[in-house]
């Protein structure tokens, strides 16, 4: 797999090259290794945020507990379905979600967005107006690009 290459990697290289690496991918190795478990269903919240994901927030787990389902089993035995419903509350709950004039899931989700972009917004008209156009027509080419035969377009 390729975070198994990936670890198998950072245990191999040296500090200089390495790192941190391994440590700072905790969040996603622990995502992904709750993503990959059998019978969540039976997974209390306490296994998950002291056992399974300790390093995850209250909004991470949320989200990695209600947006992913299995298609991989269309037999009805999900074995790698979402947690219970206890376990949804009590994150909700953490998350300021469980009021009791809130009915839906819009209170639990309201501080924070599913596909929160915080890219800057640019057009391609903009990107290619704020380069500066280069004139390299007076440039001579490294005698080493113009002995190779490949390169000859450059002598022109």
């Avoid at 198998?8 to 200089?16: F, M, P, R």
């Avoid at 269903?41 to 787990?61: A, G």
């Avoid at 376990?87 to 009791?100: H, R, Y």
Wanted: aromatic fraction near 8%; hydrophobic fraction near 30%.
């Amino acid at each position: 797999t390729g975070l198994g290459n990936l670890e198998e990697w950072c245990g191999q290289a040296t500090e200089e090259f390495a790192g941190t690496s391994w440590d700072e991918l905790k969040h996603i190795r622990q995502a992904i290794g709750f993503l990959v478990m059998d019978q969540k269903s039976s997974i209390t919240y306490d296994d998950i945020t002291n056992n399974i994901c300790p390093v995850l927030s209250v909004h991470q787990l949320y989200r990695i507990c209600t947006i992913y389902s299995d298609n991989k089993n269309n037999s009805g035995d999900n074995n790698t379905s979402s947690v219970s419903p206890d376990v949804i509350s009590n994150i909700k709950a953490l998350m300021g979600g469980d009021k009791e004039d809130e009915t839906n899931d819009d209170a639990a989700t309201s501080n924070y967005s599913l596909d929160d972009n915080s890219s800057i917004p640019i057009s391609v008209d903009e990107l290619s107006a704020t380069g500066d156009e280069k004139d390299f027509a007076g440039v001579k080419a490294p005698p080493e690009l113009c002995e190779h035969p490949d390169f000859t377009f450059l002598h022109d």
